[in-house]
């Protein structure tokens, strides 16, 4: 199994950038999806953006295209969410996720979390 260490997260103005880090360690990950989550207060968690291992691939959900990119650095097993022009709906704990489907319809191993919060 794959064990997730997230970093980046804060408090920032509509408009500002932040990059969300997410260290992966385990003997297997190259095996594994990797992508982000969050979750707002009072809402459901939703998938924002995932990569394969190659980087190759990439998908990110309709609200955050455009301005989130999804990159990752296999050397360092680290994949980053650089995020742009922010906007106070982004608010949430957003959570680095590692699956063995590329769809990620199941997750196997999540991070611990880290706040991101937006002022309008």
């Known amino acids: 199994q794959v064990q997730l260490v997230e970093s980046g997260g804060g408090l920032v103005q509509a408009g500002d950038s932040l990059r969300l880090s997410c260290a992966a360690s385990?003997?297997?990950?190259?095996?594994?999806?990797l992508g982000w989550f969050r979750q707002a207060p009072g809402k459901e968690r939703e998938f924002v953006a995932r990569?394969?291992?190659?980087?190759?691939?990439?998908v990110y959900t309709d609200s955050v295209k455009g301005r989130f990119t999804i990159s990752r650095d296999n050397a360092k097993n680290t994949v980053y969410l650089q995020m742009n022009s922010l906007k106070p709906e982004d608010t949430a704990v957003y959570y680095c996720?590692?699956?063995?489907?590329?769809?990620?319809?199941?997750?196997?191993?999540w991070g611990q979390g880290t706040q991101v919060t937006v002022s309008s």
């Open positions: 996720a590692a699956s063995l489907r590329w769809t990620m319809t199941t997750v196997t191993s």
């Open positions: 385990g003997r297997t990950v190259s095996s594994y999806t």
């Open positions: 990569i394969s291992w190659s980087g190759t691939n990439t």
